[in-house]
């Protein structure tokens, strides 16, 4: 093995790449390389889903999950209008099927507005059509904030801030293995494996059948 790396980030989806890019922009002389198992980037849950940018609607408030998430919103339209990357508002309705839930969506537009989710309000039967024509319901909750994007899209934009800034992206290189040794940390792979003085994990959950 070769002179190690600083940083080992173990996973090429967009938590892997996210991680690796704010790791360089923190020190720009810092090696850095990610590995993935995959011939491509981002094709686990990164390019699985629906695209869904999330308001911070249903977190408790106060939780670290309901600050990340309405912070991560407000990050990734910046960082989609930075680039030219696809980012849509098209808003989210949230409609009770049946009275007895009626309290639910009260709690829930309680706990967005505690959170800080731009624009929540709650919407009688009869102003539900202005925003979806073809939704029906006693009541509504109406986030206008929610917006999709492409998360493939985002996360080659991420790869390319990384390569951009001088680190390595290593594909159909899987973590077969881990181990400290001589104060570094030694990653099995194809090749003789790498070297780092650290590594971090951000391998999604179907990384053991790679």
């Not at 925003?131 to 206008?144: D, N, Q, R, T, Y």
Request: some cysteine.
């Amino acid at each position: 093995m070769s002179e190690p790396f600083d940083v080992a980030v173990v996973g090429g989806g967009i938590l892997g790449l996210a991680t690796a890019r704010e790791l360089g922009r923190r020190d720009p002389s810092a090696r850095i390389v990610v590995l993935e198992g995959a011939s491509a980037l981002g094709t686990g849950q990164t390019g699985h889903n629906s695209g869904v940018v999330h308001a911070g609607i249903p977190y408790a408030p106060g939780s670290l999950k309901a600050r990340l998430c309405v912070r991560g919103a407000a990050l990734t339209a910046s960082f989609c209008a930075e680039h030219d990357l696809p980012f849509e508002r098209c808003g989210q309705l949230i409609v009770p099927g049946a009275p007895e839930y009626l309290p639910r969506l009260r709690a829930l537009h309680d706990r967005g507005q505690a959170n800080g989710v731009p624009g929540l309000r709650m919407l009688a039967a009869h102003e539900i059509a202005a925003v979806e024509p073809h939704a029906v319901g006693l009541a509504a909750l109406h986030s206008p904030a929610t917006a999709i994007t492409d998360y493939g899209a985002v996360a080659q934009r991420l790869a390319a801030d990384v390569r951009e800034a001088g680190g390595e992206l290593r594909l159909s290189h899987p973590v077969r293995g881990v181990r400290h040794r001589s104060g570094a940390v030694e990653l099995d792979g194809p090749d003789g494996g790498v070297r780092a003085r650290r590594a971090i994990a951000c391998a999604g959950g179907g990384a053991s059948r790679k």
